[in-house]
């Protein structure tokens, strides 16, 4: 179980505090519609009631007190219970949404850490492992790019409408970028290149923490996430003003990502930053991040808008992500940085560190075998005691909280004996408090740590080493200065809030830390502080307070998961300090919609989503279900069938509630297991593929894709059938698992259409799809439909 968090659903503000609440055009269409269903029903009651009391001749009779009262109590108990459902409805969708979400940013995690590990440690994986990944982790830069002109070499031709922008940049400049991005028009090559440029020598300049004063200025305007949505942006400006002197403003990281507008947002952003220094802020975020980026889209995005210069533009957004600063402090009083803190975190020091080092929190430092492996010293101690010595245990720990390796991990939290085979570490000298999954690999390449014994403790603050003829304890040697400086990193931008004290590694994302009250006190009292502002979390009302109101999260974002399922807010400090919340929602519909309907919509969706979870581990699933189900009668119990779904996906959402929407009922009361499968099939059928490897496909398709764009250099979407085979090798040493080059080259014949020798790994992709049955049965109705109309 993953440590309480504040609960997005409770009232926004906390009791104590009297912060004022400004609502945008996203006022609660909620209330004054469950305002009228009152008002209508208390009239329908009372007329029925009336009706009821009348006299035989038809005459109606004043209802009598005590029947007004009951029928006001009725009511009541009726809305209560109605009120209940719903958010009880709001609760399991926000729930489903959030644990998905998480554990894509955790899978993306340990495909990182992979990388990382065999980059540094090995030179060869069937002879063109590392080269491939070095490609994406360790880039090199084009010469091209080091010329500070280059962008004058490509030609703007005169059928080019968009904006042509002059340097410096004047306010006419980024007018003509707002009219243009609001009529879908693109900027040309040459001048994002320019733009790109030009940021990045501003942002050379800036050091690691804004300092911001309110004596210049009225307020500060701080936004949180905006993850590519353009509308929300544009509706901050329309609704609070432009930047400017008089509305200068903070962006607290991730611009990009998710949403299909990224690069139309961070020029925007780069462009208000370049025209007003001063009055424009950019904190980075965790998908400031050039690996982040080819999972959630912004590289995808940027490669398909600009096909001819993508990967220059690609390159120079990769330092420019890293040199954006860390933090910002308003009156040396509120901190502001994207993710959170640690019981680590150190202003002083982070303010010192070399950013731009960090070209991503997920390229972990580089780190020998001999470095991982902690344990050596102390087995080398005890082959010189005794030739008998214990097994080395596996370079795993299993704890209650962990599934086998042969099950995706949800939570992988590093034990003493993680620590040893992750490329990640946290500071030895005290608590480990934060962590990065540890990579996939193959046992017999994972370094083999001391096994612990009762008469040797395994104590994480000392190690034990040779010294004559016995063992002396040492405390460990502090971290290297680039592994300090790391580390520093990935708690400012992957660090989540919780209710209980402490500090321990963030399981549920995978990254970063939880922080308790007692973190965020001492860090605000050791800095003469006294707020915490962050985002790195979507907000049902877009905002929220926790660890008594000295922790505040933004996010800016409206209907991030679903149309209707959140509210983006900024927040507005002025001298006195006191944030005041400003709250909207970009929407056409969901304005006209009531509770119930965005509800409805909502949650329709997010059992989508989690019956294509439910799909894609169904070999998994099967198998934990007939563990119960000895006779074959396909039916197990609901805690059985509650507690196989947990323990596979690892998800922590309330199973029971969720059963009447993923499976039925035999007349017994038992679970017909099998039903959970019955929605979904694959997309393309491939009758070569046995069913292991298309569950394999199906689980870590995502995965695949992203190790495919990095084999596929110019992004064509086309690889050689010896490629292929080259993404099934790295894909198989990720997971960990063999799988046999024979049904490889089977499939890679089978996808291979025209016999070229290149596939197309996009129709390879589509085939591995999940699809729900009743949306091609409803794509076949309407495709019929259309068929009739037009013949």
Known sequence: ????????????????????????????VATETQGKRVETGVAGLQWSAQSVAGSKDGTVKTPTPALTMKAAVLIQRWYRRYVARLEMRRRYTWNIFQSIEYAGEQDQLQLSSFFSFMLDNFTQLNGNGPDLISQLLDPVVDPWLDRETCYNLIPVPESYTGPRLSFP???????????????QQALHARYVLQLLYETKKLLKQMPNIIHLSTSYTKEITICGDLHGRLDDLLLIFYKNGLPSAETPYV??????????????????????????????????????????????????????????????????????????????????????????????????????????????????????????????????????????????SSSRSHSKNQRTPNLRKRRCGLSRQDSAASTSSSSSSSSSSSSLCSPRTPSCLSPRPCPSSPSMPYNINVLQVPFLDSLSSVPPPLPPQHEREWKQIVDILWSDPKTQEGCSPNTFRGGGCYFGPDVTQRLLLQHGLQLLIRSHECKQEGYELCHGGQVITIFSASNYYEEGSNRGAYIKVGRELVPRFYQYQVSRTTRKLTLTQRVRAAEGSALKALKEKLFSHRTELMA??????????????????????ESVLRLDLPWRTLRPHLTRLAADGSVE????????????????????????????????EIIFNIIDKDHSGLISTEEFRHTWRLFSAHLGVDIDDRAIDDLARSIDFNKDGSIDF??????????????????????????????
């Open 251 to 392: 962006f607290n990281g991730d611009f990009v990502d998710r949403g299909k507008k990224s690069i139309e947002v961070v020029i925007l952003l780069f462009a208000y930053l370049l025209l007003y220094p001063d009055y424009m802020h950019l904190n980075r975020g965790n998908h400031e991040d050039h690996i982040m980026n080819l999972r959630y889209g912004f590289t995808k995005e940027v490669m398909q808008k600009y096909k001819t210069h993508g990967r220059e533009i690609l390159q120079l957004f990769q330092d420019i992500f890293s040199l954006l600063p860390v933090a910002t402090v308003i009156d040396g009083k509120i901190l502001i940085v994207h993710g959170g803190i640690s019981d680590q975190t150190d202003l002083d020091f982070l303010s010192s560190i070399d950013r731009h080092k960090v070209k991503s929190a997920l390229r972990f430092p580089r780190r020998s075998l001999e470095q991982l492996d902690l344990g050596q010293s102390c087995r080398q101690a005890k082959r010189m005691r005794s030739t008998d010595s214990s097994r080395p």
């Open 1 to 28: 179980m993953p440590p309480a968090r504040c609960d997005p659903l409770l009232p926004v503000c906390e009791p104590g505090t009297s912060l004022p609440i400004v609502m945008g055009c996203g006022t609660s």
């Open 169 to 183: 940049l004047s306010i006419s400049d980024t007018n003509a970028l707002l009219s243009a991005f609001k009529e």
């Open 673 to 704: 297991y099998q039903s959970c499968f019955e929605d979904m099939e694959a997309g393309i059928p491939l009758p070569q593929v046995t069913p292991n490897l298309a569950d394999t496909l199906f689980r870590y398709r995502t995965d695949i």
């Open 762 to 791: 996009t129709e390879f992709l589509e085939a591995f799809r999940v699809v729900h049955k009743l949306d091609n049965k409803d794509q076949q109705l309407n495709g019929k439909i259309d068929g009739e109309k037009y013949s």
């Open 624 to 645: 934990g279900f007939q563990q119960h189900d000895q006779n074959n009668t396909g039916n197990v119990s609901v805690s059985e069938w509650a507690q196989v779904l």
